[in-house]
C-alpha cells in the first residue's frame, strides 16, 4: 500500500518551472464580452484550421453533387434545358450549402457539453454567452468557405448571375446571416442532445422538410395548391428568392425583407431558448 | 488575500436529488485552508455531485456550502473567481494542440494576448509538456492529457483545486506524476479537495478524508483517525490457489477467534487481529493442513478495511466474489 511512497517522496519537491506556474498572482479583471466573443469564435475556426480540407469536403460535397445530379439529370425536364435550370437552381443550391452545415453548430456545441469543456467554461467568470456566440460566428468561416465553392462550381457550369459581382455579395451577406440564424436552432438542439450523433441523426427531420418543401429546386406554381401554400411559408422559400432576386439583380425589398424578418424571428425564439437551457443545465 | 482562518469548504446538510435519487443526501463538511482533502468513496456514492456543488456547476436542493467564505449560490461568481475544478474526464479541446488550449482559457479568463501567450508556455513548461505544445491533444496519452487538464485548471492560481479523480484510468507512473503535481500544489499554497475511489490514493495524499456512501458521510478524520478507528492490526494472507480459501477462513477463524475478511482478490482474506502468538500458529497450522500460501503479512488495517469496517461491504463491488466464496 505504501509502495510509491519511496519513489516519489524526493520527486514531491516542487521543480522550478512548477513553483514558477503555481505562484504566477496574475488576476486579470474578466474580458468583455467582445473579447469573450471573439476569442471563442478565434477557437472555433482554429478548430476549422486543424481539420484542414476535410472541412471544405464535408460542406461543399453535397451542395456539388446536388447542383450536378439536378442540373444534367432533371434540369431539362424541369425548365426546359439544363442551361436555363441552372440559372434558376444555382441561387437554391446556395441556400442549402449555408443551411446544411448549420447543423455543425449543434454537434459541435454538444461535443464541448459531453465531452466536459463547457463544465470548465461554466466555472470561469466570463460573460457566459460568449462561446455560443462565438462558436455561431466563427462557423461564418464555414459558410463563406462553402459559398465560394458552390458558386465557382456554378460559373464553371456556366452560370451567368445578371446582378453582377455586387449582387453575388449582396446575396452572400444575406446567406450569412440567415444560416447564422438557423444555427440557433441546431445550438438549442446540441444544448438538449444526449450525443453529438443525435444532433446530426435527428437533424435530418427539421433539413429534409426544410430543404425539400421550398422553392429550392422547382417552382412551386406546378404544385397542388396546398403544398404551394406550405412551400411560400417555408423560410427556406424566402431565402431562395431573394438570394434569386439578388444575383439575377431583381430583388424587391419586400423579398429580402421577408427573409430578415424570418431571421429575426428564428434568432428571438432559438437564442434564447438555447441559453435558458444552458442555464439549466445547473439544475440537473 | 484570505485570511487563513476562512474555512476553504463549509457544508451544511448538502442535498442533491436526482429524480427518486438523493444523490447527495445531508453532507457536512469542515474543510480548513492549504490541506488536501481527502473525499473517497465507491463509484456512485455522490463524490461527483458533490464537488459539482461546491464548484458551483449544480445547485444544491437542500443546504448550504461556503466556499472560501462564499455561499455557492447566492455569491457563485466570488466563487468561481477563486476555485477551478480539474473534471473526471479530461475536459480540455480534443482538437485544439495544448497550447492552444491554455491560450484559450487564458483569454477568457481576461490575460491579453502576450500574457495568455507566456502564461500557456510557462503551464507547459511546469507539467513538461513543452515538447508537445504544438500537437493537437487528441495525440496524447491519458497521463499527458490529465496533466494538460490540470494545468488549465492553473491558469489563474486557484486558491482551491477541485480534482476529481485525478488518477482514474492513468498508468503508475502517470499517477505518481499527478501525485507529485499535488503534493507540489499544496505545498505553495493550494487547498485541494480531491476525490478517489483509490484508498491508496487518499492515504498516499490526504491530511483528512470523509467517506462517503449513498451521498453521506460515513466517517471523516486523519487517515491515522479512521484506521485507529477500525482497531487493530491485521493478518492479510494469500493463497497459492483460490479453491482453498474456504477451508483456509474455516481454519483462520477457528485459530485466531475472529472472522474472516475475504477480499476482492479471490486468493486474499484477512483477520483483524494483535495476538501474534495465534498468528504464528495460525499459520503453522494452515501449512500442517496443505494449504499452501504465497504471501502473509502483518500490519496496521489498509483503507480498504477501513471501508469494510465502516459500510459492512467492501469499497469495491464484489458481491459476486462472496457469494461464490460463502
Redesign the interface.
Known amino acids: 500500500?505504501?509502495l510509491?511512497?519511496e519513489?516519489?517522496a524526493t520527486?514531491?519537491?516542487?521543480?522550478d518551472?512548477?513553483?514558477?506556474?503555481?505562484?504566477?498572482?496574475?488576476?486579470?479583471?474578466?474580458?468583455n464580452p467582445l473579447?469573450?466573443v471573439r476569442?471563442?469564435a478565434?477557437?472555433t475556426m482554429?478548430?476549422m484550421k486543424?481539420?484542414g480540407v476535410a472541412v471544405l469536403f464535408d460542406v461543399t460535397l453535397m451542395p456539388i453533387i446536388f447542383l450536378l445530379t439536378f442540373t444534367y439529370l432533371f434540369g431539362g425536364a424541369f425548365a426546359g434545358s439544363t442551361k436555363e435550370y441552372l440559372q434558376y437552381f444555382l441561387p437554391g443550391v446556395l441556400v442549402q450549402t449555408v443551411v446544411m452545415p448549420t447543423v455543425y453548430t449543434g454537434t459541435a456545441l454538444n461535443m464541448?457539453i459531453t465531452?466536459?469543456?463547457y463544465?470548465?467554461?461554466?466555472?470561469?467568470?466570463?460573460w457566459q454567452p460568449?462561446?455560443i456566440v462565438g462558436s455561431l460566428l466563427g462557423d461564418i468561416v464555414r459558410y463563406v468557405l462553402a459559398l465560394t465553392t458552390t458558386m465557382g462550381v456554378g460559373l464553371a457550369l456556366g452560370f451567368r448571375p445578371d446582378g453582377g459581382v455586387g449582387g453575388v455579395l449582396a446575396a452572400m451577406l444575406l446567406l450569412l446571416v440567415f444560416a447564422v440564424s438557423v444555427s440557433w436552432i441546431f445550438a438549442a438542439l446540441g444544448m438538449v442532445a444526449k450525443a453529438p450523433e443525435t444532433v446530426s441523426g435527428s437533424s435530418m427531420l427539421v433539413m429534409f422538410p426544410l430543404v425539400f418543401t421550398s422553392n429550392i429546386f422547382v417552382k412551386p406554381d406546378t404544385m397542388p395548391g396546398w403544398m404551394e401554400t406550405i412551400v411560400n411559408a417555408n423560410p427556406v422559400s424566402n431565402a431562395a428568392t431573394a438570394v434569386r432576386g439578388l444575383v439575377h439583380g431583381d430583388a424587391s425589398g419586400s423579398d429580402i425583407g421577408w427573409v430578415l424578418l424570418a431571421c429575426g424571428v428564428i434568432t428571438l425564439i432559438f437564442a434564447p431558448l438555447t441559453m435558458y437551457l444552458y442555464r439549466a443545465?445547473?439544475?440537473? | 488575500m484570505s485570511s487563513q482562518s476562512t474555512l476553504a469548504i463549509e457544508t451544511s446538510g448538502l442535498v442533491k436529488v436526482?429524480g427518486e435519487t438523493r444523490a447527495v443526501d445531508g453532507v457536512d463538511l469542515v474543510i480548513p485552508q492549504g490541506v488536501v482533502y481527502g473525499v473517497l468513496g465507491p463509484n456512485g456514492a455522490g463524490k461527483t455531485t458533490t464537488i459539482?456543488m461546491l464548484?458551483?456547476?449544480?445547485?444544491p436542493d437542500g443546504g448550504t456550502a461556503r466556499v472560501l467564505g462564499h455561499d455557492v449560490v447566492r455569491e457563485a461568481?466570488a466563487v468561481?473567481?477563486r476555485?477551478?475544478?480539474t473534471?473526471?474526464?479530461?475536459?480540455?479541446?480534443?482538437?485544439?494542440?495544448a497550447a492552444?488550449n491554455l491560450t484559450?482559457?487564458a483569454?477568457?479568463?481576461?490575460?491579453?494576448r502576450a500574457?495568455a501567450a507566456e502564461?500557456a508556455e510557462?503551464?507547459l513548461?511546469?507539467?513538461d509538456l513543452t515538447t508537445a505544445a504544438g500537437r493537437?491533444s487528441k495525440t496524447f496519452s491519458g497521463g499527458m492529457r490529465r496533466r494538460l487538464d490540470i494545468?488549465?485548471?492553473?491558469v489563474?492560481?486557484p486558491d482551491l483545486l477541485f480534482l476529481d479523480e485525478p488518477t482514474t484510468g492513468l498508468d503508475?507512473r502517470s499517477?505518481?506524476q499527478v501525485?507529485?503535481?499535488v503534493?507540489?500544489?499544496v505545498?505553495?499554497g493550494?487547498t485541494i479537495l480531491l476525490t478517489t475511489q483509490y484508498l491508496?490514493e487518499a492515504?498516499?495524499l490526504a491530511d483528512r478524508i470523509a467517506v462517503i456512501d449513498h451521498g453521506r458521510v460515513i466517517a471523516e478524520g486523519t487517515t491515522g483517525e479512521l484506521k485507529s478507528s477500525v482497531g487493530t492490526g491485521a493478518l492479510h494472507v494469500r493463497l497459492v490457489k483460490a479453491e482453498s480459501r474456504p477451508a483456509a477462513s474455516q481454519l483462520l477463524t477457528r485459530m485466531l477467534a475472529a472472522p474472516v475478511f475475504l477480499e476482492s482478490d479471490p486468493f486474499a482474506l484477512s483477520v483483524r487481529t494483535d495476538d501474534s502468538e495465534r498468528i504464528a500458529r495460525a499459520l503453522a497450522e494452515l501449512a500442517r493442513s496443505e494449504i499452501a500460501v504465497s504471501d502473509f503479512a502483518f500490519g496496521r488495517p489498509?483503507l480498504d478495511e477501513v471501508f469494510l469496517a465502516l459500510t459492512g461491504r467492501p469499497a469495491e463491488d464484489t458481491t459476486a466474489n462472496q457469494e461464490d466464496a460463502a
Open positions: 500500500m505504501t510509491a511512497s519513489t516519489t520527486l514531491g519537491a516542487p521543480t518551472a512548477l513553483r514558477k506556474a503555481l505562484t504566477s498572482q496574475i488576476r486579470p479583471s474578466r474580458p473579447t469573450a476569442v471563442s478565434w477557437r482554429r478548430k486543424h481539420y464541448d465531452r466536459g469543456i463544465d470548465r467554461f461554466r466555472t470561469m467568470p466570463f460568449a462561446t443545465k445547473s439544475r440537473s | 436526482f459539482r464548484s458551483t456547476l449544480l445547485t461568481e468561481r473567481s476555485v477551478s475544478l473534471g473526471q474526464f479530461a475536459s480540455v479541446d480534443e482538437d485544439l494542440t492552444e484559450l482559457l483569454r477568457l479568463l481576461g490575460f491579453s500574457q502564461r510557462e503551464l513548461a511546469a507539467f493537437q494545468a488549465a485548471s492553473l489563474i492560481t503508475p499517477r505518481n501525485w507529485d503535481s503534493r507540489a500544489m505545498a505553495l493550494t491508496d492515504d498516499q489498509s
